[in-house]
């Protein structure tokens, strides 16, 4: 049996070398139809590591809430502390300064700054690529400087980042410890993240000047206090996009001097990748049927040939068997041949699908489409299902030649 | 598909010794469109171990299909067949298989070697078969081509090869697994008279070596001159 079975297979690998060309022709569907199934996993995953980056960069990693408390907050810490109580595993501030904060650098003002006051937990919380220095630590906040991490767009207007300043009514020197990519995903806006530290509380916090209108309408009568908190995904605060946690902190909102809060309390959702993930998954699912039926058709042509050379070999099928050769064997060396043949076609497909991810993501990074670190590669899922399924497509179209193979007679095929 | 069970008991001893295979009351026909054709009757003879055996008769008389029921490439319609000492007609398809290419070397008219394939590839195939790891599988096939004075022709493909060249190529495929028959269905009648003599003095020669026995179909009286015994057959019957 495992003679016949090796014997099957030497057989087979010689007699796919020894027919290349009828191998070239019969396997251009699968390489097809193998290629339409890898670009469609290569593109899935990519969408996929796509939507996580985005929704990290952006939002933060799942499951991360944005929440805003309107009014003037008595009791900060008490607030802060209530925020991890609600189920918060990391808070960060994201705020906002109350008040219009300048920025310049070697004396030049850089206008049209956004900048956001936030804690260095915010680097857990969302995805940060440096592209220079590093995230804030715990240390920086006794630093007695204002510390900021500016984007590469800010960085690059700045020019000289050892002779920054910022200031509302005076100019204080701050500290810039580094630089982080821009997000590519969008317009980039030139930006700051800030920590909040007592060095930048009173840029943070300062209460608005009245000629600064208070935006009515909205019911901001204070400032408005604004943090991203990640939840551990299951936690119960996540559902209804954040309403759960939202109503635990009402329930508190005297502790910290928030008179209504029903309308000064909100959050939601920040993390978008779950949203994205079904409607990807379906649309892979329908790419994927097309792809199988691509593929299918490649089968039939395998199969085809395969019938044919059956029925072109059977002198020497018939020889094979008058030198020894179990049914078994030829049965064997029938699909094996088959299944050489669409591998190699697989392989074939493979090498043009990895090629083409590796154009595409030339591409895409050269014109910054992509967030950092996202590339388009095949994934190995891709080469596994890739391969897998040539290889099945092989199985398939041999057997049917193969059966055919055993039941000629050897004495009729010697005679051809 | 049992190929590595056991065959099935040796005949007694006393028999095994000096016979090789005997064949009694054999008959064969065929049916063609609904009408039944006789083509062996009533075929009794035996062939001993070492012995050459030539089969004549005219065209139509059945000696092929002789010699593919002798060659367990097909089945008798009746009577019995007793190859190396073992009753071949109730075996399966699998332990045929395993008996002729252990027990069997088969030498074709037409060459029968496999196209785009090197001389020693073709040499190589009943030993890919027999499971003989590639190394000693290379070795003894270029042996055996040196032996047929094909030493020079290793790589060559059949269609680069004369008929003559072919039909060493064949003889030496024939004799890779040392088998202790050799069937020859009129394995000159594809070559000229230089050829056929050269075949036929290397196919005895090898025969003899090897202590194989040689059943060969022939036309050809100065064949059938050679043979220790000629079987005749005449309207189906052995003579
Ligand atoms: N598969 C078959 N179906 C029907 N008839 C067959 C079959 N095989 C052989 N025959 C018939 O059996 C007879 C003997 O054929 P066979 O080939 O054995 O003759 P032969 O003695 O080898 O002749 P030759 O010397 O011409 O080769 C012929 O009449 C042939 O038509
Ligand atoms: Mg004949």
Same mark, same amino acid.
């Given at each position: 049996m495992l003679r016949s079975l090796t014997a099957g297979i030497v057989l087979a690998f010689t007699g796919s070398r020894a027919n290349i060309a009828r191998t070239i022709l019969s396997c251009a569907g699968v390489v097809v139809g193998v290629g339409a199934l890898i670009l469609v996993v290569t593109g899935s995953d990519f969408g996929q590591r796509y939507a996580v980056a985005y929704s990290e960069i952006q939002g933060g990693r799942a499951a991360t809430l944005q929440v805003e408390i309107n009014g003037d907050v008595t009791d900060r810490d008490a607030l802060e502390e209530d925020l991890y109580r609600a189920g918060g595993e990391q808070v960060s501030l994201y705020q906002m300064p109350s008040g219009a904060v300048r920025v310049r650098s070697g004396g030049a003002d850089v206008p049209d700054v956004e900048i956001r006051g936030v804690d260095p937990e915010l680097g857990d919380i969302r995805r940060i690529t440096m592209t220079r220095g590093r995230w804030f630590t715990e240390a920086d906040r006794e630093s007695l400087a204002p510390v900021l991490v500016v984007n590469e767009s800010l960085a690059a207007s700045m020019?000289?980042?050892?002779?920054v300043q910022i200031g509302t009514d005076r100019w204080v020197d701050a500290r810039v410890v580094g630089v982080i990519a821009d997000s590519g995903m969008d317009f980039t806006w030139q930006s700051a993240y800030l920590l909040r530290s007592p060095a930048t509380e009173e840029i943070l916090f300062?209460?608005?000047?009245?000629?600064?209108?208070?935006?009515?309408?909205?019911?901001?009568?204070?400032g408005s206090n604004a943090y991203v908190v990640r939840l551990d995904p299951d936690h119960p605060g996540v559902e209804d996009y954040g309403e759960g946690f939202s109503e635990s902190l009402r329930t508190v909102a005297w502790r910290w001097g928030v008179e209504d809060p029903q309308n000064a309390i909100w959050s939601y959702r920040a993390d978008s990748a779950e949203m994205l993930e079904e409607p990807l998954l379906y649309m892979t699912w329908g790419l994927l049927g097309i792809a199988f039926i691509t593929l299918g058709t490649g089968l039939l042509g395998v199969l085809n040939v395969g019938l044919v050379t059956v029925r072109e070999r059977r002198r020497e099928l018939a020889t094979y068997r008058a030198l020894g050769a179990s049914r078994f064997t030829l049965f064997v060396a029938v699909v094996m041949e088959a299944v050489v043949v669409s591998v190699v076609a697989g392989i074939v497909a493979l090498a043009g699908c990895w090629a083409l991810a590796a154009l595409g993501s030339a591409v895409v990074t050269e014109l910054d489409?992509?967030?950092?670190?996202v590339d388009l590669r095949v994934p190995p899922s891709g080469v596994l299902l890739g391969l897998g399924s040539a290889a099945a497509v092989g199985l398939l179209a041999g057997i049917i030649p193969a059966a055919r193979a055993l039941r000629a007679s050897v004495v009729a095929g010697l005679r051809e | 598909m049992s190929v590595d069970t056991p065959l099935p008991e040796a005949a007694p001893p006393a028999a095994q010794t000096s016979e090789l295979l005997r064949v009694e009351g054999v008959t064969r026909h065929f049916m063609v469109s609904g009408t039944r054709i006789d083509v062996l009757y009533d075929c009794t003879f035996q062939v001993a171990r070492g012995e050459v055996v030539a089969i004549v008769g005219q065209s139509g008389s059945g000696k092929s299909t002789l010699l593919n029921l002798l060659g367990l490439l097909d089945r008798p319609s009746g009577g019995s067949y007793v190859f190396d000492g073992v009753d #071949?007609?109730? &075996?399966g398809e699998g332990r045929r298989s395993r008996l002729r290419g252990e027990g069997i070397g088969f030498v074709f008219q037409q060459f029968h070697l496999l196209e785009r394939r090197s001389a020693l590839a073709n040499v190589g195939v009943p030993m890919v078969l027999g499971g003989v790891p590639v190394f000693r599988r290379r070795a003894r096939a270029r042996e055996l081509l040196e032996s047929v004075g094909l030493g020079h022709r290793l790589d060559s493909q059949p269609h680069q090869l004369s008929g003559g060249e072919q039909q060493r190529v064949a003889l030496a495929r024939a004799l890779s697994r040392e088998p202790a028959l050799i069937l020859a269905?009129?394995? #000159?009648?594809? &070559?000229?008279a230089a050829s056929s003599r050269m075949i036929m003095d290397q196919l005895l020669a090898q025969a003899e070596l090897r202590g194989a026995a040689v059943v060969v179909v022939t036309h050809d009286p100065k064949v059938a001159e050679r043979a220790d015994r000629v079987v005749e057959l005449v309207e189906g019957r052995t003579r």
């Open positions: 020019g000289d980042l050892t002779r300062a209460p608005p000047d009245s000629e600064e209108a208070p935006q009515e309408g909205f019911g901001f009568y204070g489409l992509v967030p950092p670190g | #071949t007609t109730r &075996l269905d009129e394995p #000159t009648g594809a &070559l000229d």
